[in-house]
């Protein structure tokens, strides 16, 4: 009976972990290739010009990481510090999917990287909203990194109580295995918008003053912090005659909250839905999904630029195109993807099935 009552609380537990999550989340297997725990440069404060990259920081005193702050000599300190790790990085990065993690951060933070802002967790004062609980995962263009030159990460963090810093994890860089490649890639540089325009999926639409952001990437990153509501996306591309010969698949990568996607003025699918009051529940899952939408016969021209727009509606926190794969891929491809790949569902349904049955 001990036996059986344990096993379904172990069950109870795994499923907590499952779905207890935060925010966006980027679970999949990976490789650590650079291990950053270690000594950290570290000073107390709050000061922007502590993301850039040329910042000298030789007097900072280092502290351990993963570690709580009050065991390295700052026993009932609460407020902002930051924290910096000079790195270097291997010419084979290029060609990898990156992720740096940073384990658990008590209680907010946000992370620069050689200073390019690349994601933050929680949200620091006035809208105070802790995030402890949640492992830091952030995507990361290898174009941000530099090879055989010096690299910096640049942490800055709030504590409100208790226990702060970067406390708990394997903090490194990864390399994601088992992602989905695509036939034909269209991240990179895209033209952005907030605000709300349905003539803006049009192909003859004049996007030329909008501003270029990265893609993917949160858009809160790239000047538009603290905003929640509509934004636009737009980029051009064109496609190869023996790729418009194959059914294809448009991957516009993971969206928080939820987006409609347009080819060339025509809706070819969405994620949720944006309602008419454009309210938004916190705590949906929509953001956590790879958006994979089937090509109609005719949408793609070939010798021509073809127009991709995305609307997007964020409500809460982080918002945007935040993660991969983007692009093109062929159907036999993402049909073997799918098939290969088994969702963290079908494995807690088969945990669940062989305690309680």
């Known amino acids: ?10 069950a109870v537990g795994a499923m907590v972990l499952v779905v207890n999550f935060g925010g966006p989340t980027f679970a999949q297997e990976s490789k650590l290739l650079l291990d950053l725990r270690g000594q950290w440069k570290f000073e107390l404060g709050d000061d922007p010009r502590y993301a850039e990259s040329a910042f000298n920081d030789s007097k900072w005193v280092e502290i351990s990481v993963p570690s709580i702050w009050e065991d390295q000599g700052y026993p009932g300190y609460d407020g902002y510090a930051w924290y910096r790790k000079h790195f270097t990085v291997p ?8 992720l740096l993690k940073l384990g658990k951060v008590d209680d907010v933070d946000e992370v620069y990287v050689n200073g390019t802002f690349i994601g933050f967790s929680g949200s620091f004062p006035p809208h105070y909203i802790t995030a402890y609980n949640i492992d830091r995962q952030y995507p990361i263009s290898s174009s941000i990194l530099k090879t055989g030159a010096d690299n910096v990460i640049a942490v800055r963090v709030y504590d409100a109580e208790l226990q702060g810093g970067m406390t708990y994890g394997r903090a490194g860089f990864y390399e994601r295995i088992g992602q989905l ?18 003539k803006w999926k049009d192909v003859v639409w004049d996007d030329s003053d909008w501003k270029s952001v990265r893609v993917p990437a949160f858009w809160e990153t790239q000047g538009f ?4 509501g509509f934004g636009w996306y737009r980029v051009r591309f064109k496609v190869t005659s023996d790729l418009l010969g194959q059914d294809l698949v448009l991957l516009v990568g993971k969206v928080d909250d939820v987006d409609e996607t347009y080819l060339n003025g025509q809706r070819i699918g969405r994620t949720g839905s944006i309602s008419a009051n454009h309210k938004y529940a916190k705590g949906s899952t929509e953001a956590s999904k790879l958006r994979a939408y089937t090509i109609p016969a005719g949408t793609l021209h070939s010798g021509e630029e073809n127009v991709l727009a995305v609307r997007v509606f964020d409500g ?27 969702k963290s569902s079908d494995w807690v349904k088969d945990l669940f099935e062989g305690i309680f049955h």
Request: hydrophobic content about 30%.
């Open 316 to 342: 809460y926190l982080h918002g945007g195109i935040y993660d991969g794969p983007i692009g093109f891929v062929t159907r036999d491809h993402y049909l073997h993807y799918k098939k290969t790949t088994r």
């Open 1 to 10: 009976m001990k036996s059986r009552l344990l096993n379904q609380t172990l």
């Open 225 to 228: 912090k603290d905003y929640d």
């Open 91 to 98: 010419a084979d990065w290029d060609s990898k999917d990156l």
């Open 181 to 198: 490649g695509v036939d034909l890639e269209i991240h990179g540089d895209w033209r952005f918008k907030t605000g709300d325009d349905m």
